[in-house]
């Protein structure tokens, strides 16, 4: 009775051994497979001027983009973590100089003074804290604009369909948008969507991109809650 019990121990024990090395074996292509994919980066170092504790953490991204429609080459992508909480990164060479004169382009026929939503009624008025111009791209309105809104989904795990048309801003010499929340004070507007969960912000030097544009932009995306 004795060893018939010893061998069933050890068949448990072995059992369990196998159940332990095969869920490691699937963690580990698992892990491998993100790698592969761009999804999951590795540190590549902290700013040269800075301790390793206070200093930014840099990831390489692997420029993996299946199917869409690449609008010009971007540079080396990587990521810079300002902070984990509250979770803020800058996505460096995100788009490309082409991609940024083709949302440049379609903007500016239809810019118009730039508004604040105001909190006790929901509804869109003008005010002197915010004096820059600016206008709504349609969700999925090209090709191009439809590759960067998935890109932006990819970078974020959450879907496209959460977020905002893409928002084209123009701000000129000594223009402003005074410090302010981007998520709604009021409920009106979290009827329509739900609540903002983050902000995406792609700024693009006007002089950097064509010879005689000095003005800045920046390209706005909301993401809600739905």
Known sequence: MAKGRSNRHQGKRS????????????????????LALGILSLPVGYDDE????????????????IGGERLGK???????VLSWEPRAFIYH?????????????????????????????????DSR???SSGMFLRRGQDKIITDIEKRIADYT??????????????????????????????EFNTRNGGQ????????????????????SFLLLREILAL
Not at 50 to 65: D, Q, T, Y
């Open 15 to 34: 059992s369990t051994v196998t159940l332990v090395l095969f869920m490691l074996l699937m963690l580990t292509v698992i892990l491998l497979m993100l």
């Open 50 to 65: 800075s301790s390793s504790i206070g200093g930014r953490i840099k990831f390489k991204r692997l420029n993996l983009e």
């Open 74 to 80: 971007r540079g080396e992508q990587w990521t810079e």
């Open 93 to 125: 060479n995100f788009l490309s100089k082409e991609e940024c004169m083709h949302l440049i382009d379609l903007a500016k026929p239809h810019m118009a003074k730039s508004v604040v939503v105001d909190s006790k009624t929901g509804k869109s008025e």
């Open 129 to 131: 804290v915010r004096t």
């Open 157 to 186: 795990f959450i879907p496209a369909e959460h977020g905002e048309g893409l928002q084209v801003l123009h701000y000129e010499a000594g223009q402003k948008y005074e410090p302010h929340y981007d998520y709604f004070l009021d």
């Open 196 to 215: 903002r969960i983050a902000t995406i912000l792609m700024y693009f030097a006007g002089q950097m991109l064509k010879k005689g544009v000095k003005q």
